[in-house]
């Protein structure tokens, strides 16, 4: 996560591709950005909420 800064869209697109193995939808990111964008003061607990919530994704937890 700290590689990638400040640079919300950097930050979201690695997090897709670490949880989910693809990269965010346009409509995705916006999205996410709006999400981590709400508390600017703690965006590290932002991002790992974000995370979580990639976690709870129906692609992560449907065995195909």
């Not at 607990?45 to 919530?53: E, H, K, P, S, T």
Request: hydrophobic share 40%.
């Amino acid at each position: 996560a700290e590689r990638c800064g400040a640079d919300y869209n950097r930050f979201i697109e690695e997090a897709f591709l670490t949880v989910l193995g693809r990269f965010p939808k346009a409509e995705e990111i916006k999205m996410c950005a709006e999400f981590v964008e709400k508390n600017p003061a703690d965006s590290a607990r932002a991002r790992r909420d974000l995370v979580g919530v990639l976690f709870n994704h129906h692609e992560f937890v449907t065995i195909r």
